[in-house]
């Protein structure tokens, strides 16, 4: 309006009218969204009543009555987990079907089978219908035979690492979530600029080894392995992949974005392992890790995209892990979709859902199904799966929650539906670990409040270039958010110039690619340039950026 001439008042009328209009419409929508949360609290009501009527109901079919509920027969003889409408369960559960050649797969409620969370690592108790007594369900079958394996504790030394972050210096300063959704719907979060408030404090780089806090799941597979049992080593290896997603559960803050040629190490002798990760690419935005552990290795490169739909935000990792043991085999597989939901109106949560594939390259394969939460899911963030061997065949069924625990039947001994509970009870192969004391809203692990931890000692090892060292992340932690605030500002300014960087040569430090189009792999060097305290090449990436650029440059073309 302003270059066809029309004069102020004219346009400041027209915006009072447009924010006099959309007012209405956020007014309008709101009225909406609690008329719909009233009528689903209705309805969960009534389906509460329902189910609190059937269990109170005394006579041999009171149980019977229940279960028909819970699952439905189709005419074929398959069993299906009982849904209010048509929806995503039933398609879901159609697509676990053709996972499997089977004729009669068999899923059950993990809430209603799993009650009891404080069980063994091999094996759970079953309760009696009566609820008097409880027994020691048998071992597998002769073909696989039962193996107990239990890290020693003296193998690995014992150290002490803090339990809580500090306190903060400053009050909080809330920030307003619509004035940041409406301006940038639809782009890229790795390139939206975020105050720190939406940040928790931690980079991308020390998240990638929080999927390491079950490695002693590995340490076990190991020993199965060894001992010729390679269906118990890829479970433990399927629980392992589904355990990298518990400590996501209420995390709604973004971790920090590196910078070009940012590192991170995490030497944990207690875990017997020791993970080095580096930023190595820009554009597109590239993540390398290394992990060794006892007579295992991990590796892989991560591309996260990020789409945020205003409502919604969803996280597309592209990329491929791989894990060898020292016999020589190996597994491979990419991580599933995650979205985080109502970020307008409602309680904000995340979600992972898609299918999972692990590739070995002997014996087992294995094909995990993430489910989508529905809107009236009543047992939400569940996963379902199969191992099948060469022939395709399936030989176990693993069944739990991202967030809490994963169970496993093996094939012989798929549960018989008779009443309300099966006849056997699954193994359990992995359990969350208990929550810290005193959460923080970041509502981090206690195995992620010890990833920043920066003592005197371990500042004199580190890299110019460890994520530690960052100091809008140290000013975050600490509390001092003006401060994070500037700081973040700076980098990111500096960031901008990382693409010059990477045009005019720039090649990461520890990581190549193995082929044109592979994955990068570490090359070795860095523990050993650790103990030297040589860190040359290195640059100082968190100081002053003046014309670092050209001199690293001309220090990449030299080498």
Same mark, same amino acid.
């Given at each position: 309006?302003?270059?066809?001439?029309?004069?102020?008042?004219?346009?400041?009328?027209?915006?009072?009218?447009?924010?006099?209009?959309?007012?209405?419409?956020?007014?309008?929508?709101?009225?909406?969204?609690?008329?719909?949360?009233?009528?689903?609290?209705?309805?969960?009501?009534?389906?509460?009543?329902?189910?609190?009527?059937?269990?109170?109901?005394?006579?041999?079919?009171?149980?019977?009555?229940?279960?028909?509920?819970?699952?439905?027969?189709?005419?074929?003889?398959?069993?299906?987990?009982?849904?209010?409408?048509?929806?995503?369960?039933?398609?879901?559960?159609?697509?676990?079907?053709?996972?499997?050649?089977?004729?009669?797969?068999?899923?059950?409620?993990?809430?209603?089978?799993?009650?009891?969370?404080?069980?063994?690592?091999?094996?759970?108790?079953? %309760?009696? #219908?009566?609820?008097?007594?409880?027994? /020691? &369900? =048998?071992?597998?079958?002769?073909?696989? *035979?039962?193996?107990? @394996?239990?890290?020693? %504790?003296? #193998?690995?030394?014992?150290?002490?690492? /803090? &339990? =809580?972050?500090?306190?903060?210096?400053? *009050?909080?300063?809330? @920030?307003?979530?619509?004035?940041?959704?409406?301006?940038?719907?639809?782009?890229?979060?790795?390139?939206?600029?975020?105050?720190?408030?939406?940040?928790?404090?931690?980079?991308?780089?020390?998240?990638?080894?929080?999927?390491?806090?079950?490695?002693?799941?590995?340490?076990?597979?190991?020993?199965?392995?060894?001992?010729?049992?390679?269906?118990?080593?890829?479970?433990?290896?399927?629980?392992?992949?589904?355990?990298?997603?518990?400590?996501?559960?209420?995390?709604?803050?973004?971790?920090?974005?590196?910078?070009?040629?940012?590192?991170?190490?995490?030497?944990?002798?207690?875990?017997?392992?020791?993970?080095?990760?580096?930023?190595?690419?820009?554009?597109?935005?590239?993540?390398?890790?290394?992990?060794?552990?006892?007579?295992?290795?991990?590796?892989?490169?991560?591309?996260?995209?990020?789409?945020?739909?205003?409502?919604?935000?969803?996280?597309?990792?592209?990329?491929?892990?791989?894990?060898?043991?020292?016999?020589?085999?190996?597994?491979?597989?990419?991580?599933?979709?995650?979205?985080?939901?109502?970020?307008?109106?409602?309680?904000?949560?995340?979600?992972?859902?898609?299918?999972?594939?692990?590739?070995?390259?002997?014996?087992?394969?294995?094909?995990?199904?993430?489910?989508?939460?529905?809107?009236?899911?009543?047992?939400?963030?569940?996963?379902?799966?199969?191992?099948?061997?060469?022939?395709?065949?399936?030989?176990?069924?693993?069944?739990?929650?991202?967030?809490?625990?994963?169970?496993?039947?093996?094939?012989?001994?798929?549960?018989?539906?008779?009443?309300?509970?099966?006849?056997?009870?699954?193994?359990?192969?992995?359990?969350?670990?208990?929550?810290?004391?005193?959460?923080?809203?970041?509502?981090?692990?206690?195995?992620?409040?010890?990833?920043?931890?920066?003592?005197?000692?371990?500042?004199?090892?580190?890299?110019?270039?460890?994520?530690?060292?960052?100091?809008?992340?140290?000013?975050?932690?600490?509390?001092?958010?003006?401060?994070?605030?500037?700081?973040?500002?700076?980098?990111?300014?500096?960031?901008?110039?990382?693409?010059?960087?990477?045009?005019?040569?720039?090649?990461?430090?520890?990581?190549?690619?193995?082929?044109?189009?592979?994955?990068?792999?570490?090359?070795?060097?860095?523990?050993?340039?650790?103990?030297?305290?040589?860190?040359?090449?290195?640059?100082?990436?968190?100081?002053?950026?003046?014309?670092?650029?050209?001199?690293?440059?001309?220090?990449?073309?030299?080498?």
């Amino acid at each position: 309006m302003q270059m066809e001439g029309f004069n102020e008042a004219v346009v400041n009328d027209c915006e009072q009218i447009m924010l006099s209009e959309f007012s209405e419409f956020q007014r309008q929508l709101k009225v909406r969204y609690e008329e719909h949360l009233n009528f689903l609290g209705a309805f969960q009501q009534q389906l509460e009543e329902v189910n609190a009527v059937d269990e109170m109901g005394t006579g041999p079919d009171s149980h019977l009555q229940l279960f028909k509920r819970e699952f439905s027969s189709s005419r074929n003889g398959k069993y299906s987990e009982y849904s209010t409408t048509e929806s995503s369960d039933d398609i879901e559960k159609q697509e676990l079907y053709e996972l499997s050649d089977e004729d009669e797969p068999i899923y059950f409620d993990t809430e209603d089978c799993f009650k009891d969370s404080s069980i063994p690592c091999t094996s759970i108790e079953k %309760v009696s #219908e009566d609820g008097n007594q409880s027994s /020691r &369900r =048998k071992s597998y079958s002769n073909d696989v *035979k039962t193996i107990k @394996v239990e890290t020693p %504790v003296a #193998e690995f030394p014992c150290i002490e690492r /803090r &339990r =809580k972050l500090p306190e903060p210096i400053e *009050k909080e300063k809330g @920030v307003s979530l619509w004035s940041m959704i409406k301006d940038n719907v639809g782009k890229d979060l790795t390139r939206v600029c975020l105050p720190v408030y939406f940040n928790e404090p931690l980079s991308s780089l020390q998240k990638c080894f929080e999927d390491l806090e079950y490695s002693y799941l590995l340490d076990q597979a190991y020993e199965y392995g060894k001992m010729g049992n390679s269906l118990m080593r890829i479970l433990k290896v399927a629980a392992f992949a589904v355990s990298g997603y518990s400590s996501s559960d209420g995390r709604l803050c973004k971790p920090f974005n590196p910078l070009l040629g940012e590192t991170y190490e995490a030497d944990f002798p207690e875990k017997g392992i020791r993970f080095f990760s580096e930023k190595v690419s820009h554009h597109p935005m590239l993540i390398a890790c290394h992990c060794e552990g006892k007579h295992w290795k991990f590796w892989g490169d991560s591309n996260l995209r990020s789409k945020f739909w205003g409502r919604s935000i969803q996280l597309d990792p592209v990329g491929v892990l791989t894990l060898e043991f020292d016999d020589g085999e190996m597994f491979q597989w990419s991580k599933v979709t995650t979205t985080i939901y109502n970020l307008i109106l409602g309680k904000v949560y995340c979600g992972h859902h898609g299918t999972m594939n692990i590739q070995g390259n002997r014996q087992y394969s294995c094909k995990l199904k993430f489910k989508e939460q529905s809107l009236l899911d009543r047992n939400p963030r569940q996963v379902q799966g199969i191992v099948l061997d060469k022939a395709q065949n399936k030989a176990a069924t693993l069944v739990g929650k991202w967030d809490d625990s994963m169970y496993y039947t093996l094939d012989e001994n798929l549960p018989k539906i008779t009443g309300s509970h099966p006849v056997n009870d699954p193994f359990l192969l992995w359990k969350r670990n208990d929550p810290p004391a005193n959460p923080t809203r970041y509502k981090l692990s206690s195995f992620a409040i010890t990833l920043n931890e920066l003592t005197s000692d371990l500042q004199d090892k580190l890299p110019p270039t460890d994520s530690r060292l960052r100091p809008d992340q140290r000013h975050l932690e600490n509390g001092e958010y003006e401060k994070a605030n500037s700081e973040k500002l700076r980098l990111e300014t500096r960031q901008r110039m990382s693409r010059k960087l990477q045009e005019n040569g720039w090649k990461p430090r520890w990581f190549r690619k193995d082929s044109e189009d592979g994955t990068y792999r570490y090359v070795g060097g860095y523990w050993e340039a650790r103990e030297q305290k040589n860190w040359d090449g290195c640059p100082n990436i968190f100081g002053e950026f003046l014309d670092q650029v050209d001199d690293h440059t001309k220090g990449t073309n030299n080498r």
